[in-house]
């Protein structure tokens, strides 16, 4: 009778450790469904204000268009430098002047 008894006390606190489990994913789930919908709300959101900005950039080319530009401003390497700086520079390096 001791067995039997020590073999129900352990599958009931087994059974309540298994509920507890339950009830604690649960609230995980819940909680993780709210935060995934509210981040597909702002993903469309933030979608539908990148559409408005594309729209309304007067037909700029957006970042990344350009096939010169360089960097995250869009910059190409000869936006600073004047042409005269250029030369000199590859007379330098190539030991020829070119003026």
Same mark, same amino acid.
């Given at each position: ?37 509210? @981040?597909?709300?702002? @993903? ?52 020829? @002047?070119?003026?």
């Amino acid at each position: 009778r001791a067995a039997q008894r020590a073999f129900r006390e352990r599958k009931e606190k087994h059974l309540k450790d298994l509920e507890t489990k339950l009830n604690t994913l649960q609230q995980q789930s819940m909680s993780l469904d709210s935060e995934n919908e509210r @981040l597909r709300k702002e @993903l469309a959101r933030m979608a539908t204000e990148n559409e408005v900005l594309r729209a309304s950039s007067n037909g700029q080319p957006s970042l990344g268009e350009d096939e010169d530009s360089f960097g995250p401003l869009g910059y190409t390497p000869g936006d600073f430098v004047s042409k005269k700086e250029t030369k000199a520079r590859k007379a330098q390096m190539f030991g020829t @002047l070119h003026t």
